[in-house]
């Protein structure tokens, strides 16, 4: 699609919008999109020219289908208001056809002609004209409606089937110019950014989304569901044509597409508490032990391991956290050097065994105190099998696990106290058993734990030591690429090694930590288009190496899904 002409007076949705609360719920599908090695080969400039005509032909099939669609809504619009605001963006789109016939004369051919339309824009445009027809499930044939309010449902429902295509392109547009050099005057997609990104499109894409919202306005709860279903299937419709692009060029991404189980081995490391939680496992633990506890009044029955009250646990737990929260904060303080240094793997390693001097003797208090006595294992299962898992997470580490062709191992690093915790979130009914665990353990008598706790992974230096032996283990047949996800100073180590360091969330004392010695956060998506402007440079693959200084920041796990597998 290319822009309509600016306008003038657009109104910002609220939050609390339709279309506004569609496009954060359905943010998946964008992600996808952004990561399609089209949109990155086009941010990079390196995208082959040939390729970029073929989607300009397309888009003239996509403005075509939306000019015929918006005056179908216009038609059943009862509204004088929005009869002229539909208007005025079908105006906006033949204003739009004519730009993309300046770029057939500029590059001198029909393309269009030459270029048929493809079956991913084939199956978008069909769905708009069939929304904008009335051929919607649960609607009435448009012949046979018979109030202008029931027309005025598929002004509602065509405006559904389209807005989240602005939407897109606008998020697309000013994604892409983030990511431009401004240094840059030879980017060959440098104009077609600058439509995307511009006030005009941005205010048009402000007032398709107000129009919906004010469409809807009437609708029942059930029509508004209508709507979402339309709104979701055109995101995916979009993610399909931005993957259906033809790309003849080499590209940095998806990862997999380029793996050879035969020659590579991949290795996914991750962390668990925040990376792959949503809550610390440490909490949930506190909050067994303080549930289960007996009341201060209550006899405990004899041969039992003696247990404080739930009162007395729930105090402790707070003094135990306040202690760790208020030395943490002086230990990473002590950590940080006078002045900002150079990236230096080793000198960063020297300064986390402070804070793996720490982690020790706060787990030692832990122990000491005996809040973790009492635990009846069976709860801790419960607990784990319901742990809310981050959004994304369970259905990356799923596809990695279930796809036979990867040959992948994924490990867990994690100082958790409990590894049977971790276990059952990561069950058998989740797919995901065969996923290695490496954390501490709770010792148990007779399924109840005895407050002590078998150490194993606990502070930075055991986390890069594990890391370490299990590539050590590796035979020496293949060729390793390692990835590891984490979100804090105790993870450090590990990113920086791997040879794909990505960082989830956003740990202040990570970034503290990391930008004293010399580490660089570079959000995910703008890397991505860095190393696809190496990747064409010199036509040679792009070889991922660890120890660079440089992390990459991840805002989820849709993001790591689009790195790893696109759509």
């Not at 993309?100 to 393309?111: A, I, K, M, R, Y």
């Not at 509602?156 to 401004?182: I, N, Q, S, W």
């Not at 040879?499 to 660089?520: E, K, N, P």
Request: charged share 25%; glycine share 6%.
């Amino acid at each position: 699609m290319a822009i309509p002409p600016k306008s003038v007076g657009a109104v910002i949705p609220t939050e609390d919008g339709l279309a506004s609360r569609f496009w954060i719920k359905f943010r998946r599908e964008s992600v996808l999109s952004l990561y399609s090695p089209f949109v990155v080969c086009l941010a990079s400039g390196s995208l082959e020219i040939d390729t970029f005509r073929h989607c300009i032909a397309q888009d003239v099939h996509f403005l075509k289908a939306f000019a015929q669609a918006y005056e179908l809504a216009e038609d059943c619009a009862d509204d004088d208001d929005a009869k002229l605001a539909i208007s005025k963006l079908r105006k906006g789109v033949l204003e739009a056809l004519k730009l993309h016939n300046s770029f057939v004369q500029e590059w001198g051919l029909d393309f269009v002609k030459e270029c048929p339309v493809n079956s991913a824009t084939l199956k978008y445009t069909e769905f708009v004209l069939a929304t904008a027809s009335g051929k919607v499930e649960g609607l009435k044939a448009p012949g046979k409606l018979d109030t202008p309010f029931e027309k005025t449902k598929i002004a509602a429902y065509t405006l559904g089937a389209m807005t989240p295509c602005m939407r897109l392109y606008a998020f697309l547009g000013k994604e892409l110019e983030a990511v431009l050099d401004p240094n840059e005057h030879d980017h060959p997609y440098k104009k077609w950014i600058g439509n995307y990104s511009s006030e005009g499109f941005q205010a048009t894409t402000l007032q398709t989304e107000d129009l919906l919202d004010k469409l809807s306005v009437s609708l029942t709860g059930e029509e508004l569901n209508i709507i979402e279903k339309l709104y979701h299937q055109a995101m995916k419709l979009e993610i399909e044509f931005f993957y259906a692009q033809t790309l003849t060029q080499p590209t940095v991404i998806p990862l997999t597409k380029e793996h050879d189980p035969a020659g590579n081995r991949l290795m996914i490391f991750s962390d668990f508490d925040l990376t792959c939680t949503v809550v610390d496992s440490s909490a949930i633990l506190a909050e067994i032990a303080i549930v289960t506890a007996p009341k201060s009044d209550q006899n405990q029955p004899e041969g039992q391991i003696t247990r404080m009250s739930s009162s007395e646990l729930r105090n402790t737990w707070g003094e135990l956290s306040q202690q760790y929260t208020e030395e943490y904060e002086q230990c990473i303080e002590s950590m940080l050097p006078s002045d900002k240094e150079e990236f230096n793997y080793e000198t960063l390693h020297t300064a986390l065994e402070k804070l793996s001097d720490f982690e020790k003797r706060a787990n030692s208090r832990v122990i000491e105190s005996g809040v973790l006595k009492g635990l009846n294992f069976e709860d801790i299962k419960r607990a784990g099998e319901r742990l809310i898992l981050q959004d994304g997470c369970t259905n990356f580490l799923q596809k990695i696990v279930k796809d036979e062709n990867l040959n992948a191992n994924v490990h867990l690093l994690s100082y958790c106290w409990c590894g049977d915790l971790i276990r059952a979130a990561f069950s058998s009914a989740r797919g995901l058993d065969v996923v290695n665990i490496h954390a501490n353990e709770l010792s148990f008598q007779e399924s109840v734990s005895t407050g002590e706790i078998i150490m194993e992974v606990q502070s930075p230096i055991d986390k890069i030591e594990a890391f370490n032996k299990i590539i050590q283990g590796c035979s020496d047949d293949k060729r390793n690429l390692t990835v590891y996800i984490g979100d804090s100073v105790g993870d450090l180590l590990c990113l920086l090694k791997a040879d794909i360091g990505i960082v989830i969330g956003s740990s202040s004392s990570l970034r503290t930590v990391g930008a004293h010695y010399g580490v660089s956060f570079v959000p995910l998506f703008p890397g991505l288009v860095k190393k696809q402007k190496e990747y064409g440079a010199d036509g040679s693959c792009c070889i991922w190496k660890g120890q660079s200084g440089i992390l990459y920041t991840a805002s989820g796990w849709d993001d790591i899904h689009a790195l790893f597998f696109g759509h």
